[in-house]
């Protein structure tokens, strides 16, 4: 089994609290995963990761990019250690996404044919060939809980013709993921092999759990494109319920698009999406965005914001009286900081708000220390888990 989705209110907006049963633990949702690129939320340790937000109940999941892991340090040797849980030491949820994304924006020099996509690494211009089967066999090895299908990321803009065909190629390699991941899922080494958790057990306390995860597989997400066309979102969206996936990712959104055109792409999908199985919308965005996605009914987003924000100085909190939104953004380099005793958001009872200064902060980031890129992220990521936690409260009523 992969996962249950036990959705206990739907609000008159769509938005619905639920919580998301998988192998290594239980997802609050709606929800806001931390991105974890190269097994690492960057700049953050894993033992603060599992205390940040006002709760202290941490992150529960967080996501890992299958086309950085691939490249560097390779997914067998990924597999060897027994998986990204282990070899980054986190003993909860994680989710892979399919490294279409990445092949599409970062590599060079890509080839696509219906097979899959030949590219150049941007790391050492090394040649490789991502196929549908090709993703499946890398994010098996990687052994997340929830695993993505390759999917064609088309450019925007793009026309109607050719973002159909990109489309239908989607399509295709969702249907090739599918038939894959049926016949291979329960090779991922947690469900298929109980003795490497009982040696690791002895030394590490956090994994002791897991010994009972034998007979759990991992699940597989198919991902919606279709532009910028609420046509093509829609028929998009038909034709992956018509292969029945776990969940459903709407993907190919916040590129570069008005946030109006975000909006009405996710509502075209989110209403041919089943009801009573979650639903991902991948890449989004910022606080007040996902608050609102939340409220429309998408129970579960990822973004590198709070923390690529963070590392340049950009501070997220809640507004002051008179102050308009629910989201304010600050940017703690500025000068108006250099003796401001307070902390970054007087609201927030985050480990970096309970101790430090704003002053500290602007003196850290100046100084280019490398604590001040921590503590910048271990603040925003606790603002983003606290306003998915108010939402979550709100929905329940
Ligand atoms: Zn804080």
């Known amino acids: 089994m992969g996962l249950t989705f036990e959705i206990s209110s739907t609000a008159p907006t769509g ?31 894993q033992e603060t990761l599992e205390h940040i937000g006002q709760n202290g109940a941490g992150a529960e999941i967080i996501l890992a990019n299958t086309y950085h892991l691939y490249l560097r340090p390779g997914h067998e040797l990924i597999r060897r250690a027994g998986g ?24 060079k020099l890509r080839k696509i044919s219906d097979d899959g996509v030949e590219f150049r ?16 066999e890398v994010q098996i090895a990687l052994g997340a809980d929830i695993m993505m299908a390759f999917d064609e990321c088309v450019e925007t803009p793009a026309t109607w013709e050719r973002t159909r065909d990109s489309m239908s190629l989607t399509h295709a390699w969702a249907a090739r993921s599918r038939a894959y991941f049926e016949a291979h899922k329960d090779e991922v080494r947690w469900s298929s092999d109980s003795s490497c958790h009982s040696e690791r057990s002895e030394e590490s306390p956090h994994f002791g759990a897991l010994q009972s995860l034998t007979d759990r597989t991992q699940s ?31 993907g190919g959104l916040a590129v570069g698009e008005p946030r109006e055109v975000t909006r009405e792409m996710i509502a075209r999908s989110l209403e041919i999406l089943p009801k ?3 639903r991902y919308v991948m890449g989004v965005g910022y606080p007040d965005e996902i608050e609102e996605y939340a409220r429309m009914g998408v129970d579960m987003m990822d973004c590198v914001l709070p923390t690529r924000a963070a590392r340049h100085g950009l501070l997220f909190r809640a507004p002051e009286p008179g102050e308009e939104g629910t989201a304010v953004r600050m940017n703690v380099k500025r000068l108006e900081y250099a003796e401001d005793q307070r902390p970054i958001d007087p609201a927030c009872t985050c480990l970096v708000c309970r101790r430090y200064t704003r002053a500290y902060l602007r003196h850290l ?28 409260g709100e929905l329940a009523g």
């Open 15 to 45: 938005g619905r609290r639920a919580a998301l049963r998988i192998p290594h633990g239980t997802v609050q949702t709606p929800v806001f995963m931390p991105v974890g690129t190269a097994a690492t939320v960057k700049t953050v340790q």
């Open 84 to 107: 990204v849980h282990r070899f980054m030491a986190w003993p909860r949820p994680l989710l892979t996404d399919s490294g279409g994304f990445q092949v599409f924006s970062l590599a």
């Open 121 to 136: 690494s941007h790391l050492d211009g090394s040649k490789h060939f991502f196929s549908p089967e090709h993703s499946m």
């Open 220 to 250: 597989l997400f198919g991902i919606v494109q279709g532009g910028m066309y609420p046509d093509l979102r829609r028929e998009s969206a038909e034709r992956l319920v018509e292969m029945d996936f776990e969940g459903y990712a709407i």
């Open 276 to 278: 009573d199985k979650p």
């Open 365 to 392: 980031f100046v100084a280019k220390e490398p604590l001040g890129a921590t503590l910048n992220s271990i603040h925003n990521l606790s603002f983003y888990l606290d306003t998915m936690e108010r939402v979550r």
